[in-house]
């Protein structure tokens, strides 16, 4: 009853039986073509012994643990045989143990609607279970084939947020297990600076999901803080007073389009301090647009005539400005204006010496089975604007791929409805994650001075 659509869950209530089924976990994984250790569960001895002995005359050792929970794996040895005999009371998953080099870590990778948000290197020297060694544990960026499969196993057993163990690497990588209720400790005390905490992007998800079910007006200027520098994952600003703005001067902000409040003083200063002190600099909103703005834009957006990017050779789709009708010509219009640009800079605070040279607005659409892949939009300086109106969308994400170490990704945007992203587009590699359902909707605004 609680999963009928209209509530977000991380994961859904039935999706967390895959950690009391981990024989029919390890058979989906195994129908997606995904690597798993050879298994076999059973509650009878005569058939336990078969498999091990079959191991063992391939110079393979068997490791035990339970078919449901989180209990750690147990190395089979001579005196278990006698002991075999209790399966009749409790069956146990038997699985060939996988040993590529004890010198290479096993990796758990945390995986959020397709992308992976943190991964963590766990020594398998000494040790049957890596979780023996979680004193070890490091976070690190995964090898590429170890992210890739993660996420591949995710997707098949249908989890929006997992843990998934992974031995091995190269062409040769396997996955032992995904855990649809991942411990968080004591991998998140291990964020460093620049880093955040997997709670931290798991609960910024769930605020966007949970907004994305109503469409009707929320406060004005509400932050998700997606990559915080504290621990709370979605802030909002509630302005009331309304002042002279110290450093752009007052200006008019009433443009029939974004939100009033978003230009008190108040809202000002939060906005600005967050885009100055976030890495990458960005600035998301999860409302701008003035009441019953998005709505309008959104049905435009779905009668547009869509085309392929001539500048492009990926999946693309955009809208022709000549082709753009009714409210949305007006927006585009209104959003390649100097005015435009100058209440933009003034949201994050950027003041700029020299004169805009360039504006270009860009009204596009993705559907499922589409990616952005990774890109670098200009070099200039300036800022983009991206308001989205996606609703009802799995995938999607707008990432900024970490520049050090450990930090991966850096940045997640998700496709909210009814919201504004503003960052620093110079030099700044991102890429749109392929959309799995629905359509995605946008229009970004490249503001660039020279």
């Not at 400790?185 to 910024?204: F, M, N």
């Not at 009708?325 to 605070?349: D, Y």
Request: aromatic share 8%; charged share 20%; glycine share 8%.
């Amino acid at each position: 009853m609680l999963d009928d659509g209209k509530r977000a869950f991380v994961n859904a209530p039935g999706a967390v039986e895959l950690h009391l089924q981990k024989p029919w976990q390890l058979a989906l994984l195994a129908r997606a073509h995904i690597p798993v250790p050879k298994s076999l569960a059973t509650s009878g001895a005569a058939a336990a012994a078969a498999f091990l002995s079959e191991l063992a005359g391939r110079g393979s050792e068997g490791v035990y643990k339970p078919v449901a929970g989180g209990a750690q794996a147990r190395l089979f040895v001579d005196d278990d045989l006698a002991r075999l005999w209790q399966l009749g009371a409790a069956p146990a998953l038997f699985q060939e143990r996988v040993v590529r080099d004890e010198r290479q870590d096993e990796w758990r990778v945390y995986v959020l609607d397709g992308v992976v948000v943190a991964a963590f290197a766990l020594p398998t020297r000494g040790v049957v279970d890596a979780r023996e060694n979680l004193a070890a544990v490091k976070r690190a960026r995964p090898p590429a084939e170890v992210a890739d499969v993660a996420v591949r196993a995710a997707r098949a057993l249908g989890l929006v947020f997992t843990a998934v163990d992974v031995r091995g690497g190269g062409d040769d990588v396997v996955v032992l297990e995904c855990n649809p209720t991942p411990a968080l400790e004591p991998y998140d005390s291990l964020a460093g600076a620049g880093q955040r905490k997997i709670v931290t992007t798991l609960a910024a998800h769930l605020v966007a999901r949970a907004r994305s079910f109503d469409l009707g007006p929320r406060p004005a200027g509400s932050v998700v803080d997606v990559v915080p520098a504290a621990e709370a994952s979605a802030a909002a600003l509630f302005c009331a007073d309304l002042a002279v703005d110290p450093v752009f001067g007052g200006g008019p902000t009433d443009t029939g389009w974004l939100e009033p409040d978003l230009f008190t003083s108040t809202a000002l200063e939060e906005s600005r301090a967050h885009y100055a002190g976030s890495e990458p600099p960005h600035l998301f909103l999860s409302s701008s647009l003035a009441q019953g703005r998005a709505a309008t834009l959104l049905s435009e957006l779905k009668r547009a005539r869509f085309r392929p990017h001539h500048h492009i050779a990926y999946p693309l789709h955009i809208a022709p400005h000549d082709e753009q009708q009714g409210a949305l010509r007006e927006f585009v219009a209104w959003l390649s204006t100097p005015a435009a640009a100058r209440l933009h800079l003034k949201l994050v605070g950027v003041r700029h010496d020299r004169h805009l040279a360039e504006i270009q607005v860009q009204v596009s659409r993705m559907i499922a089975g589409e990616r952005f892949p990774l890109h670098t939009d200009t070099d200039d300086e300036g800022v983009a604007a991206i308001y989205n109106f996606s609703v009802d969308v799995d995938g999607g994400q707008l990432v900024f791929p970490a520049d050090d170490e450990g930090a991966d990704p850096s940045l997640v945007i998700p496709p909210l409805y009814g919201s504004l992203l503003i960052f620093p587009p110079r030099n700044r590699p991102h890429e749109v994650c392929e959309v799995r359902r629905g359509r995605r909707f946008s229009v970004t605004a490249f503001y660039i001075f020279r």
